[in-house]
């Protein structure tokens, strides 16, 4: 390694003693079920960290970059305080004020595990029969978070919006909700006897839309045997499900699963008090998501040199080490890092 700053290919020095952290309000609510008002208190605490955190995206991104929240989004809530709590008619409510993380936020894509779409959905078709509505709705209801969709918000969105509801109310609910497309099944069978089975023709049409436009209309047609016409058209749905999902992920609606790839650097360390305040500053890059391990390589009282690997480029990583009110300077040349405390 070569500390000669003129051999170096990059020089920067950063001084940060401003806090990037924005104050977001949010509420959540949850029923209290079988008289488990634990369950519902964590509940509706998690879903006002939601409300909290997809505020945020409102306020400071487009429509389209809205991811749907999670629980891994915790991540980025540096601390928050219950404004409010009350329960009500069996049911849990919480105001809270979370305080984000800006710095970590703004990297969501390559610090979320999996980048899920969040989808309400409706059946267009009024006359499909009960129990094969039923039937599909729970193949719909477990085929689509296979395809990284999530309906978190289907729930709320049938309890707002009746069967009878007329598409005008439907549509504009799904706009007032967090939900971030939304999917209309029209499903047609047409079974026949064959000896002692069925035999069971579906045509399924969806249509997609989100908050700013319709996305193209996808129309497959399926047929499947079974001992009965409920059995025969749900698995003649099934196959249907499976060839619009796969179509709409590879053609509509690509997975934005993370796809960054690891890099390897060496962070070599220098003027550090202890290697414990390394290992501190190392697991909070770790926890923030920066970097995703890291292991020793070798330690002198004057320097200690870990390797690291991050999905992030040396710049970046440098740019974000030095925003949490580190006094530092950092070089960087080839796959190291150089960490100077001042």
């Known amino acids: 390694m070569r500390y000669k700053i003129f051999s170096l290919i990059a020089f ?3 001084y940060s003693t401003t806090v990037f952290a924005y104050d977001m309000k949010g509420v959540g609510r949850a029923v209290i079920i079988n008289d488990d008002l634990k369950t519902a208190e964590i509940s509706a605490k998690n879903s006002a960290l939601i409300d909290a955190l997809y505020n945020y995206f409102v306020l400071n991104h487009s429509e389209e970059d809205i991811p749907d929240i999670n629980e891994e989004f915790f991540k980025f809530i540096k601390k928050y305080t219950v404004l409010s709590r009350k329960v009500d008619n069996f049911t849990v409510y919480y105001e809270i004020n979370a305080t984000i993380d800006e710095v970590a936020i703004t990297d969501a894509n390559y610090l979320i595990n999996n980048i899920t779409h969040s989808v309400i959905y409706i059946f267009e078709n009024e006359d499909l029969d009960s129990n094969l509505k039923t039937k599909i709705k729970e193949q719909i209801n477990q085929i689509l978070p296979q395809y990284n969709f999530s309906i ?4 709320d969105f049938e309890i707002l919006t009746p069967d009878n509801s007329n598409f005008e109310d439907k549509l504009s609910n799904f706009g007032n909700s967090k939900a971030k497309y939304f999917f209309t099944f029209n499903v047609s069978p047409e079974c026949s006897s ?3 089975d069925y ?5 399924t049409t969806v249509k997609i839309y989100t908050k700013k ?7 497959t047609v399926t047929s499947s045997l079974g001992k009965t016409e409920l059995d025969a058209a749900s698995d003649a749905f099934k196959k249907a499900s499976e060839n619009i999902l796969k179509y709409i992920t590879a053609n509509i609606i690509k997975s934005e699963a993370n796809k960054a790839t690891e890099k390897s650097y060496n962070a070599t360390f220098i003027n550090f008090k202890t ?3 390394l290992n501190k500053l190392l697991n909070f890059l770790k926890e923030k998501g920066f970097i995703d391990n890291y292991t020793l390589k070798s330690y002198s009282m004057s320097q200690a040199t870990f390797e690291v690997t991050t999905k992030f480029s040396q710049e970046k990583l440098s740019e974000k080490i030095v925003t949490y009110d580190n006094k530092i300077s950092i070089e960087t040349e080839n796959d190291e890092i150089i960490i100077t405390f001042l």
């Open 12 to 14: 920067v020095i950063f």
């Open 152 to 155: 978190k918000y289907q729930e």
């Open 194 to 196: 064959i000896d002692k």
């Open 199 to 203: 035999f069971c023709r579906l045509t």
């Open 213 to 219: 436009e319709t996305l193209p209309t996808i129309k």
């Open 275 to 277: 290697i414990s305040n």
